[in-house]
């Protein structure tokens, strides 16, 4: 008969069992998140707080694991299977048997689902979906195959390690083969085979996976293991126990404290590296915390008197200009051509990077690439929440906005990359013409006294044309040039229905890219390689009510059309440090002629998993500077006499080579300077 004193004299043992693992996960969080912080960040409360949020995190991850792989081996009781699987004298064939046997298991496992992985690639193009449905059932039935023959593996090994044994034994030698040797020559050919197989194969395929936090993970599971270990010869458990339990605590309250009270701290965290930032990922809804921001934070100013215009923005992705008839191209894109005649056409326009997750954040921000913050995920930049696009703003300053998609990895509500804010009704098609038709639809239902509307679409076609092979014959380059015929298609149906609107709801349409597309120039297929126009110079076609109908030969950037857009709208641009770039409005209106030995852009590849070199790139009038980090010779082009950048004059033109360096040092400067209210 159980008192009431019973019950806890019952839960005793129970707590002292599981009080190594709630001391360990605590003491190797607590270590971890204080290490990762103090590596990533500069001030004392911004290490407590990404701590805080590592502990919040991991520790109960890292306790539950604790705590089941504690059950499990106690389950499995492996010292008792070892024994039975030992001999009398010592000696372990059986044993031995079988840890071979498990490791050729294990390997063919790998094998098979190496093997499926390939197969199902090449028999479904890599459809994912198809991939995900067929590779769990030939992974299964690999793996009962070789269940099924593991135990006769087993029996054969044994029987050979057997033999070796009682020849030993014949000769008066002690067995070789016991359990601790076994144990140990195990852990080194796994930790040596792990080793080879990350350098020789893993390692150069984790380059394009996200491994931040790693380090953070290591360091907690060696804190799990070591207090584990040495648990019942460590002196004064109870107050180490009590001073986890504080240190815990505490960083949890500087990360609940941050939350509530400073959640801009929060928003510059977040962008950062290491496990603190993406424990602030997955705990806070950063999005949540930037909608708190008030509109007239969001709002510029307008100029008094300014027209407000309706704007529709298009970007193509991949759009190479001089494949187009308008920019002298061999491709008739007939309705690219008839914009193009009746608006501003900019000869040379750069955009920010040479790669999409770079480069359409910097076009709708207006904020050069290095100075842009956010975290890679996917194909996509997540942009740090302090970052406002243009959308945001126009729609702060009573602006309808509409944003029609091609790409759920880049648009999306449920998994926002920053790119998305700012847009009342989203669209995420994949076809350009379903999208135009959804612009149509929504364009021919607008009342004549509705707001002032910004539009932005963006087509995917285009980068599709290759399908990935690099091959670069002149029959699959031609696959460029069809993809554009198709494209212009849709581009007439855009056009086709601007034209159905009334002559006072006609809107200014600008169209670009986020990138070029390189065609074998410079030895590259695709993009995303390098800074010369063959990869980063993109059409820029302006047109609509008002628009000059000229050629413009001035060097622009695409940091230009954030503050061309708010001008055109009838705000006030936005200035360094807010936004980086200059207002194009006088020369798409007209008012003042090109200079062609003006002008400029500024361009940057930024390292992450699929870039490692960092790049820059500045044009000013005719003159083009490209910097590579790391490299003692920087190249000098004159874009002017060499468009396709063939002839580095950086030996002949050593004064221009120290002018261009000087404004390099000088924008980098300015790359240094945060763009963010606070």
Known sequence: MSSPA???????????????????????????GLIDGLAHVDQPADVAVTAGFAVVLAAPVAAVVAVVTRAALAAWRPRARVAALTDADGAAPRLAGWVVAMAAALALVVLSTNQAVRLLARATAWRPRTVSVVLPGLVLVAALGIL????????????????????????????????RRIVGATAAAGCALVGLAWWLAVRPLTRQLDLDGLGFVAATVVGLVVIHLTWRWLPRRRALAAAAVAAATLLAGAAGWARRYDPTRLLGLWGGDGFGALAIDALVDVRAVRSTVP??????????????RDIILLTIDTFRPDRLAAYGGPVATPALTELAAHGAVFDLALAPSNVTRRSLPSLVTGVATPRLRGRVTGWALRMDPRHVTVAERLRAGGYDTIGLFCCEGFWSRSRPTGLEAGFSDLVIEHDADKLVAALAARLAARPPDAAPLYAWLHFIELHEWAGGDPDMSPDKRRRYDEALTR???????????????????????????????????????????DLYNSQLRVPLIITGPGVAARRVAEPVSLLDVVPTTLALAGFEPLRHPLADGRSLEDLVLGTRAPDPDGGGAYAAMVTDRFVRTTRRALVRGRWKLIHTDGSAADELYDLRADPRELTNRAVVEPA?????????ATQRVLDRMSPFWR
């Not at 307008?302 to 027209?307: F, K, S, Y």
């Open 148 to 179: 099924f023959i593991t135990p006769a593996l087993a029996h054969l090994g044994a029987r050979g390690f057997a033999r070796l044994e009682r020849r030993r034994r014949r000769r008066g030698l002690t067995p070789r083969l016991t359990p």
């Open 656 to 664: 221009r080579l120290r002018a261009m360096q000087a404004e390099l």
């Open 6 to 32: 019973g019950g806890p004299r019952r839960t005793r043992p129970l707590a002292a069992w599981l009080a190594p693992s709630i001391v360990a996960a605590l003491v190797a969080t607590v270590a971890a």
């Open 487 to 529: 494209i212009d298609g849709s581009v007439a149906a855009l056009a086709a229905a601007v034209a159905a609107l009334p002559p006072a709801r006609q809107p200014i349409v600008i169209i670009t890219g986020d990138h070029s597309e390189a065609l074998g120039d410079h030895g590259q297929p695709f993009h995303a390689t």
């Open 295 to 308: 509109a007239a934070a969001l709002r510029v100013p307008r100029r008094p008197g300014a027209p407000q």
